[in-house]
């Protein structure tokens, strides 16, 4: 049993924020559908390809049932209407106002059917004078502050190399679709609309920069992979070219750092006492741990600061995450059936849940794959309907590749 099963989901999302956030209701058992426009999730033209076959969507496609519908004509709302009455969850990335404009906004869902959530995902919220931009992950990642914090203190500010806001928007939107449906199901209250912005999630794991500014006048600049909160912390290289990252965030695993790289002299120092101020001694510190760390290889460093009871990893690629045992024993990477390419690898699930577990089903399917069985099961449709919204363009049959 999945926690979610009897949840329906309609997802009408492109990208990344609104479709991971379908991925992560369906890895549990959400009845997760994905609605499409006739020219698809553009995230199916994003990125590798293989045999026509994009493989980014596979991962955010995934655990879902995908139909084709267009939404900007007046049939295509009707049915979405008959979807969203029979539907628990309807999740959204359009603009503010489109939706409305479509006669298929909240008020209306809501009037429709009372216990519906409606999850809307934007990039500057659904008002404010920011509200009719276009929001992508890209623009959140330096309004927030995080891209100003990110990269060396002498080079520019370094936006991430994935779609972190988006993926932080979808996570928080999960928590809060949960928390709305425990609301509905335990209180016998109804549905409700959760507004989601892609720059307010990011800005709030940023921690207490807001507090710290507001108290101190402080802001905080860019450091690389140093912190003023503690030291050492860095990514150090090893003699055979590989990489390691050590953190010293409790006072003893840095007694035991300074200890094992021959410098236990430090550790007597006063201000060796507290993160912060051994912060102030960063330059010191890295030369120390990072020329003991330069004389010997990856394997032998990790190994002696396991011994010595230190915490340190190496930095990982793709391929090295894959092969790596840890990851390896929690089963972190799945193999997953798909129509197009036989079987694909990705992440499993994002955690484990010992009664009621989830579970990755299916990779990312061809656009319109289930138009009709969806239709037909859930909406009751004649073949004389389904042949108008075929005819009209509504919907459309299911292309060969995804």
Known sequence: MRPLE??????????????????ILGDYGADVIKVEHPKGDSMRGNGPRRNGVGLNFK????????????????????????????????????????????????DALHALNPRLVMARITGFGQFGPYASRAGFGTLAEA?????????DPEGPPMLPAFGMADSIAALSAAYAVMLALYHRDTRGAG???????????????LGAQTTIFQETGEIQFRSGNRTKNNAPRNIYRARDGRWVAISTSADAIARRVMELVGHPEVVGETWFASGRTRAEHTEEL????????????????????????AAIAPVYDIAQVVADPQYQALESIVTVP??????????????????TPGEVRSAGRRIGQDTDAVLRELLGFSEERLRKLYESGIIAPAKEVA
């Open 286 to 309: 890295d030369a120390m741990v990072g020329g003991w760390i330069a004389q010997r290889d990856a394997e032998a460093v990790i190994e002696a600061f396991e011994q010595a009871g």
């Open 191 to 205: 549905g409700q609309m959760i507004d989601i912005s892609l720059i307010e999630p990011i800005f709030h794991i």
């Open 6 to 23: 009897g949840i329906r989901v309609i997802e009408c999302g492109t990208i990344v924020a609104a479709p991971y956030l379908g991925l």
């Open 59 to 106: 991962f955010y496609g995934r655990d879902k049932r995908n139909i084709v519908l267009d939404l900007s004509k007046p049939e295509g709302q009707e049915v979405l209407r008959e979807l969203a009455l029979k539907s628990d969850v309807l999740i959204e990335n359009f603009r503010p106002g489109v939706m409305e404009r479509w006669g298929i906004g909240w």
């Open 143 to 151: 309004m927030s502050g995080f891209a100003h914090i990110n990269g």
């Open 338 to 355: 798909d129509d197009d390419l036989g079987k694909v690898k990705m992440q499993n699930l994002l955690f484990r849940m010992s009664e």
